[in-house]
């Protein structure tokens, strides 16, 4: 059972920087799919970025394209999201999730078609 651990939320202006870490365990991710999610109050989970274990190209939501980088350090087992140029509409709970194999275009984008979550961290960009 893969256990996942978010960190590194907090608090920022808009136009900072936060760089989110998600610490993983219990499991064999070099098939897996890694990725991160957000969700507002009152609002679905949305899809923000993803990445395969062993590495391909990125895949990112247009919302964040090109703010957001995605990366993963395999010897820490450790999935990072560093956020630029942050704006108010990104304020959410940030969700790190694992999704089984390579998975598609689709399922990618569709917070339950992923396996297991971390408990997620607020990320809150002041105006």
């Known amino acids: 059972q893969v256990q996942l651990v978010e960190s590194g939320g907090g608090l920022v202006q808009a136009g900072g920087s936060l760089r989110l870490s998600c610490a993983a365990s219990?499991?064999?991710?070099?098939?897996?799919?890694m990725g991160w999610f957000r969700q507002a109050p009152g609002k679905e989970r949305e899809f923000v970025a993803r990445l395969h274990w062993i590495g391909d190209v990125a895949t990112y939501a247009d919302l964040v394209k090109g703010r957001f980088t995605i990366s993963r350090d395999i010897a820490k087992k450790t999935l990072y999201l560093q956020m630029n140029a942050l704006k108010p509409e990104d304020t959410a709970v940030y969700y790190c999730?694992?999704?089984?194999?390579?998975?598609?275009?689709?399922?990618?984008?569709?917070?339950?078609?992923?396996?297991?979550w971390g408990q997620g961290t607020q990320v809150t960009v002041s105006s």
């Open positions: 999730g694992v999704q089984r194999g390579l998975g598609t275009v689709t399922s990618w984008g569709s917070w339950n078609s992923w396996d297991s």
């Open positions: 219990g499991g064999d991710f070099s098939m897996n799919t």
